[in-house]
């Protein structure tokens, strides 16, 4: 009897879906004969075999998803008789993959769900360190894990404006941080991309607007990014949403998690909502509205659950760069460094060009380097045209 | 609280008490007249009430078992003890395709109103053959209701509640808890209610959840958790069936863990039983996953550390609270 396994099609994948059979029971097959379509996350891969025989059982339907090296299929080698049959179901049933799921239990489930938060995101006490409903309801008092990137979880009797947190706060929040950043580096692929993006126009033109406008009205080019992110997601829909369930969610509206530093440490990355179908001016009072109540610990269940995406921007801190962290379920962070004048060459020409370095982190579960890349090349491209992102819903 | 007693005397009391104020009421048994009972329950008995009433038997437990099920179906309020659970498998035809079922088969015309008490369980260094512990089997059977006292109040108090129900009904004494003494109540001669678990002791962390001789184990080990901060509640069950779910689920609820203390053996015992309840009715209430100490699945040996070792212990009930509380205490 030969087995027929399923083969490694790259170093990185250590399973594959059957997507079709391309031979029945009975079938002679022949060396290099493609026998069966797999998808390995990347691409559906026609697989072939070495071996010649008579097809005797295919062990594997369609669809089912199952580790490298399990047998999808038995041959009867040239001359072989068949044996005798054996009682089906038990090779079946040991097929079957179970997906790895974080221990929640299920009070804690059921409570979080309540509360809006992420069971999946805290740090369990409770039996062979699973989360518990006294974790979910600290998790809901403390004002909120994160870290580069995380959602906000703050409740309304958080920390006042300036006022420090609680040690034991703190250290919750360090404990939430710390739960979510190594659960994103133990599951999440991630690779990352930068992109240098000459902001004189943008620069130019925010001023422009910003003429003569009172302070409250003027646009910050923190909102400028934010909105130009959410115009290039247009191209790249595979960045923006959840990896759940062992695939991709796309989301169709773009929910920004807006990395906020709180005064007394820590970080919320609360989401500001469709952030491509709003004009910009509205973009920019719902941010400062955003960064505002979450320094007063007073956001909303729904700014905690629901960004698709985070966008941190450390240009304040004046580093050049920042690569991200991408906050789970999420599968992509965008960060922006520092805007300064640094030599820039343009049309054979050296000069002072102010210029921001943009960087995408992102999931490779969900997108490739390719899709990355366009989408920083969008940006850039959105970021030399201003007006175009201001006023019409995107 | 009343007088102190030890389950002895509380059951010999009961007994005494059924035999004066009813005159269907008769014990019959292996040994329950001249000798005073094996584990001494009737001793005294038959002095006081004579031959007729009081009534040795065979070695026959099939015999003896259903001559109770005769003198049930004619009228008579018969209380058989089978000297212990490990030879009544020996009546089990009567028990369970005749006392339990005959108020079916006969459409409801036949009630069989027959107590049968039976001493169980392990611990005294006893073999393989005389340490079983089978109420879960019983518990297993409809037609039966199942009690297992573990106080001296229930002690006292189920077997008049057993004598009033028109159906049969099993009383399982552990063999352990003979010399226990507890406090009765006030009014010892009124009956207890033999449909509904008990808190025993309260709490708000685990639900420890057990019967007849682990009780004891139970409290104990309860009283050392709290010394280390868990708050157990126990739960006694009492009536192994029908089961009071209510009480169960309440408790559940209320604690968000719950471990089951079973002398039985784990496949198949009352304590899984329990936790397929919780599981069914409570599950969106747990915060661990259900944990049992019960008996090893083995003979229980005759050298004394080997028999510890094979039983529900203290320092096991201490160790399974701690594994579903995880590092929250």
Known sequence: MIEFKLPSLGADMDEGTLLAWHIKPGDTVKRGQVVAVVDTSKAAVDVEIWSEGVVHELLVPVGAKVPVNTVLATLLAPGEAAPAPVPSGALQAGTAVVPLRRAVSPSARRRAKELGIDPDTLAGTGAQGSVTLADVEAAARSPAPVAAVAPAQVDATGAAAGAAPAPDRQVDMRKAIAAAMSRSKREIPHYYLAETIPMKNALAWLQQRNAGLPI???ILTAALLLKAVAAALRRAPELNGFYRDEKFQPSAAVHAGVAISLRGGGLVAPALHDVGAKPLAQLM??????????????????EMSDPTITITNLGEQSVQSVFGVIYPPQVALVGFGSIAEQPWVDAGQLCAQPLLCATLAADHRASDGHRGALFLAELRELLQEPQALAGDPS | MGRRISYREALREALRDALQSDPRVF????DVGCYGGTYAVSKGLLEEFGPERIRDTPLSELGFVGAGIGAALGGMRPIVEIMTVNFSLLALDPIVNSAAMLHHMSGGQFSVPLVIRMATGAGRQVAAQHSNSFEGWYAHVPGLRVLSPATVEDARGMLKAALADPDPVLIFEHAQLYNSEGELPVDETLPVDIASARVHRGG?????????????KALQAAGQLAEQGISAEVIDLRVLRPLDDATIMASVRKCRRAVLVDEGWRSGSLAAEVMARISEQAFF????PLARVCSEEVPIPYARHMEEAALPQVSKIVAAVQA???ASV
Do not use: C, F, N
């Open chain 2, 27 to 30: 014990l019959m048994g292996e």
């Open chain 1, 216 to 218: 409250t009205e003027r």
């Open chain 2, 324 to 326: 579903v509380m995880g």
């Open chain 1, 285 to 302: 009072r719902e941010l400062a509205d955003l960064v505002k109540r979450a320094r007063a610990g007073s956001l909303r269940s729904s």
């Open chain 2, 285 to 288: 209430d747990l915060d661990a």
């Open chain 2, 204 to 216: 708000t962390d685990v639900s420890l959840i057990t019967h007849g001789g682990s009780l004891p």
